[in-house]
């Protein structure tokens, strides 16, 4: 029959027809499906752009930053084809509040691990910031744990899908800082340099600008409030305009040259205490001297100063009181050292920079009426930056690829493929005739398919599967990035060989060679004869028709991916192979049951599943087209009269004029082996008995 190749071609037509067909769109969710999963006392605001991005209040009604979906906002694909979406919220300051999944179709956990270790996963981000250098897997070569970079922990067997999980939700918290938080650090803050060493007096701070000092005086106060309800309630700022209201001074004590230019030794031993501790904490030495002062009476050590705040860049710097008593140096002149000071600390890791100008507003408050008065403010402003030459600001680590990535973590195992895969080809491309004829040929097969079982199939986790076809299809629907294939070079590059060998034999390099469970079943087969099963001879007429049924399960599968996505997963399990080789046995019983009975079947019914249902072996034999070349050698008596070669052939692939059916061959050697042994070839026998009758010599 020559039916296979023009149905080959109309299928894969098909197929791509469809995918190039139809065009799906993500919208965000509403309300309602948003609202539930936002944790109290926050609440969800209102909706502020088209893609999903909504406003997050805190318990009083205020913003506090912003709730969003990656699908519409980063949908980059997954490993699945379809984009993880996953629920982010962010504060003001860039920090991760919470992340959740809300839907995904990664195979891996959807029936395979379960979904508890992908949620185990995401909550890791909780408390960090975009700042951070968030990295999954483990510390690469000299890294450390002062390393600049945040290792999350990663999910075994499930590499590829939870680094797709982890540039998505990178990528659309950075998209949303960069539309909302524009003003926000995107790097590694500075901290001070502990080995940079200078003799630094008074006069030098004030000198090279390390002290900033702002003067308010009552005329100012007043005209600042000029206008309002409460322009005359300051009396002594009436009585003395000239007078000054406040007298403040700004000094960044991180920098120890600094600190030890200003405070006692007593107070600059409790600060270099507070700082072992508090490593990430920047110390801000504020004074007043005049008749504003600091704080109010309700002012409670180690929180936030009532009347003092901080922005850098448009966004606010959290403050907090250090707690640490205040005591300044003998060299600080009188009238500063007797003023009220306050050492107060911010967190350099929500983004404050003490290179960069930043704003201390201090506010001034006045009363109108004498029960119940009304509470009057206005905001008096300074500006503080500290040399850069005290910091260390640490070189940003590039982003690493995550196909370099993912292929420094597989370095080892990609170089043990690679010698395999390449030792392989060499056999099969110029020692072919030789191997198949090896008087050990079969217990050497054996042996390369129990590596390709154990190695290649479950400790590299390398079993091709549809997904990936069908991922492909469903990332040119959706006009996607084909990076997710990136993810996973083990898999790629048995992809990148399989194709190079559809141009050299067509479908049979995998699926004779590199498939994992492929090789199962033929060990099962080979258990069935040892125990002398009886084998199921299908007849040419059913072998055709069952042939033609993964041809069938393949498009039902592509329709799935265009009417169904969300099913994907489950039809799918058509496959064995993620029970048999991704998870090795270990799942609900009837994936087992199922995995294990087309083994069983193998034992009477050679590689019935390969042969007929496969999906995968399909999209092989579709990709089998490309084949270049008859590798096989044929002869004229093949197939009339000799047709010993289609008897032995248990796949089925030769004809009965002794054509060899491409589509079909699983490169098993054989029929190469038939093909070149004067002792089994009938032509090749034939032959030999009329030479020795042309030359008298007596057989053997």
Known sequence: MILY????????????????????????????????????????????????????????????????????????????????????????????????????????????????????????????????????????????DGSALVYLDGVTKATASVRIAHETILAAALKVAREKMGGLSAGPPAYPDPTHDEDLSWDDLIAQGLVTRKIVT??????????????????????DPEGTYLDLWIIDLGPPSIARAVLSSGSLRELQGFMEIATTDEPILVIETARHGLVTEEFIRNTAPDLL????????????????????????????????????RTDRRLGFDPTTEWMLQVKALREHGVFQPEIGSVQLTATHVTDARFFIRPELPRPVPPWLEALRNRQADLIVLG?????????LGWRMNRLAGHRHFTAIRLGILGFVIGFVGWWGQGQLSIATPLGVIRTLKDGGSFAFLLYDPFSLAIWGVTILGFLAWGRGLFCGWLCPFGAMQEFAHHLGRLLHLPQIEVSQRWDRRLKGLKYVVLVALVVVVFTAPARLDKAIEVEPFKTAVTTFFLREWYYVAYAAGLLVLSMVLFKGFCRYLCPLGAVMAIGGLLRGRDWIARRAECGSPCQLCKVKCAYGAIRKDGAIDYSECFQ???????HDDP???????IRARRNRRLTG????
């Not at 002792?679 to 026998?685: R, S």
């Open 5 to 144: 190749r023009p149905l080959s071609v109309v299928l894969a037509a098909a197929c791509i027809w469809l995918a190039l067909a139809v065009v799906a769109l993500s919208d965000p969710l509403p309300r309602d499906r948003i609202a539930p999963l936002v944790a109290p006392p926050m609440s969800l605001g209102e909706r502020i752009t088209d893609d999903g991005v909504w406003e997050l209040l805190n318990s009083g009604g205020a913003q506090a930053g912003y709730v969003f979906e990656t699908e519409p906002t980063a949908p980059l694909p997954g490993f699945s084809g379809a984009p993880i979406n996953l629920l982010v919220v962010l504060d003001l300051d860039g920090r991760f509040l919470d992340v959740q999944l809300i839907s995904h179709n990664e195979p891996i956990f959807v029936s395979g691990l379960g979904q508890a270790p992908f949620h185990a996963f995401v909550e890791q981000y909780r408390g960090h910031s975009i700042s951070d250098s968030l990295v999954v897997g483990t510390p690469y070569g000299g890294a450390t």
């Open 419 to 427: 010698l395999f895969m390449i030792a392989l080809v060499m056999a």
């Open 668 to 674: 098993c050697l054989d029929c190469v082996t038939i």
């Open 697 to 700: 010599v007596p057989a053997k």
């Open 679 to 685: 002792a089994q070839c009938v032509p090749l026998i």
């Open 218 to 239: 009552n005329a100012e106060v007043d005209a600042a409030f000029a206008g309002t309800l409460w322009e005359d309630d300051d009396a002594e700022a009436q009585a």
């Open 309 to 344: 705040s901080a922005e850098q860049g448009g966004f606010p710097v959290a403050l907090r009181d250090a707690d640490i008593y205040v005591e300044m140096s003998d060299a600080v002149p009188e009238a500063v050292r007797d003023g009220t000071a306050l050492i107060l």
